[in-house]
């Protein structure tokens, strides 16, 4: 074995995992050898938002990323968002309001709107914007997307009883 | 295929400035967004600086001081960074605020990077960790005077930024770009503070085809302890046409740009003196 390849562990979609990698590794290219084939590469240079993970539950390109720098670290990939039969309220409203048209740039537009939704349940279509200002899309336009997250926001508070509700509950 | 050859993790200042002073092929790591894109061929190591201790901030009277591996997003959320953290929301694009650091960002200015310059109208300081731990620091002229990486010698690091004043000061800033995300043609700021109807401590900068931001001083003198007026502004765009010269940019003619760092001037002056 290459001397200069090292053993990291980070946790990726919740199971701690220790892997080889090279000194000069990007992070993309990690995650993609080990089947996380929802991290797409577009631009390489930090513009288009393909590539985008979520780092310790914030949005992070991993085109830009040197692997080693996430040692310790807990990254969320589209796969630990939902799965097949059983979709992630994110999933469901995109699929609901026809917003992913070649599907290219969806991992990284839902990773993204999953970081906002964890801080701000209920966003304005203004900070939908903000938080998306990093994840482009050539096909789809974004009005079908930002609708998606909006439903996936309410989608997310149905799901959430009220206080009331888990008071009469217990 | 990647040349780079080693990855070292240094947990203090000192062993970082020891890993990089040992090879000089080895470079800094902070965010990562410009090497990570675009990291030159004679770098065939990397020095992360993220277990360095150095992303905090922290507040002084009416300032702050900002650890160089402060990120962007970690500025635009903190609210005792003021008019900074304003200025923090509206840099880059979601995912590059939470990797881009303030270190980072001054060291390696480029053209379409918006902190140096906001920090150059601030007035702020850099403090540097020189050979055998020695500190010495640079005000915002000395530092921007060159490319700031020329002021390092091999194994010297920025340490910290610190911004005199981010409460009572009016801070505003205009780019020419054709659309959202756009590399500017021209970045213009302004910092103020208005007493008794004057303005104060007027300094005025932009960034063109140079990344590093560089003041309009004439037009700062112009306005500098005068009343805000609209034929006072219109002088001072003019002035800092004179000041600034020609301008290049491929998309825009020269004649083009020059205007429009008129007219910026002018309205940054009008945004920090509208009540």
Redo the contacts between chains.
């Keep these: 074995m290459n001397k200069?390849v090292?053993h990291l562990t980070v946790t990726i979609n919740q199971q701690a995992q220790r892997l080889q990698v090279?000194?000069?590794?990007?992070l993309i290219d990690t995650l993609r050898r080990h089947g996380y084939k929802s991290v797409k590469f577009g631009c390489?240079?930090?513009?288009c938002?393909s590539c985008?993970v979520l780092?310790d539950g914030?949005?992070?390109?991993a085109?830009?990323?040197?692997t080693?720098?996430m040692?310790g670290r807990q990254i969320t990939t589209l796969e630990g968002l939902g799965r097949f039969g059983e979709l992630h309220p994110l999933q469901q409203a995109f699929l609901q309001e026809g917003a992913v048209q070649c599907g290219y740039c969806t991992p990284g537009m839902i990773l993204?709107s999953h970081a906002l939704l964890a801080r701000d349940p209920d966003p304005s279509e203004e900070a939908i914007r903000?938080?998306?200002?990093?994840n482009k899309c050539r096909c789809t336009g974004y009005a079908a997307i930002i609708r998606a997250v909006r439903r996936a926001a309410r989608i997310q508070a149905d799901a959430t009883p009220s206080p009331r509700a888990r008071r009469a509950k217990r | 295929m990647s040349g780079i050859k080693e990855f070292l993790r240094p947990g203090s200042m000192a062993e970082a400035a020891r890993m990089l002073r040992a090879s000089a092929g080895r470079a800094a790591l902070a965010g990562g967004t410009f090497l990570g894109a675009h990291c030159p061929p004679r770098v065939t190591g990397l020095v992360d600086l993220s277990q360095v201790h150095l992303s905090y901030i922290r507040g002084r009277g009416k300032g702050v001081v900002l650890g160089a591996m402060t990120t962007l997003a970690a500025v635009a959320a903190a609210e005792r960074c003021g008019v900074l953290a304003m200025c923090a929301r509206d840099c880059a694009t979601e995912p590059l605020r939470q990797m881009i650091t303030v270190g980072g960002n001054v060291m390696m200015p480029l053209r379409w990077s918006d902190l140096p310059l906001v920090l150059h109208v601030l007035g702020a300081e850099y403090e540097v960790y020189g050979q055998g731990g020695r500190l010495r620091e640079y005000t915002s002229d000395e530092f921007f005077k060159q490319p700031p990486a020329s002021l390092l010698k091999r194994g010297e690091l920025l340490r910290e930024v610190r911004v005199p004043m981010v409460r009572g000061v009016r801070v505003a800033r205009r780019k020419l770009v054709r659309n959202y995300g756009d590399i500017p043609a021209v970045q213009v700021a302004a910092a103020l503070h208005v007493s008794r109807g004057m303005m104060k401590n007027v300094r005025v900068a932009f960034v063109a085809q140079r990344p590093l931001p560089q003041r309009l001083r004439r037009c700062e003198q112009l306005v500098e302890g005068r009343k805000p007026s609209d034929e006072l502004f219109a002088e001072a765009g003019d002035a800092a046409r004179r000041d600034a010269g020609t301008l290049t940019d491929t998309r825009f003619s020269s004649g083009y740009v020059q205007e429009i760092l008129g007219v910026f001037v002018r309205r940054v002056l009008e945004e920090c003196t509208n009540e």
């Design positions: 200069a090292k090279a000194p000069g590794e990007k390489g240079e930090g513009t938002g985008t780092v914030r949005p992070h390109l085109c830009l990323t040197f080693r720098q040692e993204s903000r938080a998306l200002d990093g």
